[in-house]
């Protein structure tokens, strides 16, 4: 298994485990891209919306905080 198919797919329970269902099939789809032998440019862009969403969720989080 590749570098990137081995981090898609740590990362996809732990996104399911805290309530990302969204995302976490975003990575399952990565993950199955990977092993169908998807071009690389298919894979980019499944990946960088697993990026935009975990950069948007991060966002959130944050945005929410409440500063003492």
Same mark, same amino acid.
């Given at each position: 298994?590749?570098? /990137? ?27 199955? %891209?990977?092993?169908?032998?998807? $071009? ?6 499944? /990946?960088?919306? /697993?990026?935009?969403? /975990? ?8 945005? $929410?905080?409440?500063? %003492?």
């Amino acid at each position: 298994a590749t570098a /990137l198919h081995r981090a898609v797919h740590t990362v996809k329970p732990q996104l399911k485990m805290i309530g990302m269902d969204a995302l976490a099939e975003e990575a399952f789809n990565i993950e199955e %891209a990977l092993k169908a032998g998807q $071009s690389p440019e298919t894979l980019r862009v499944a /990946l960088d919306g /697993l990026v935009r969403g /975990l950069e948007d969720t991060t966002r959130r989080l944050q945005a $929410s905080r409440v500063v %003492a």
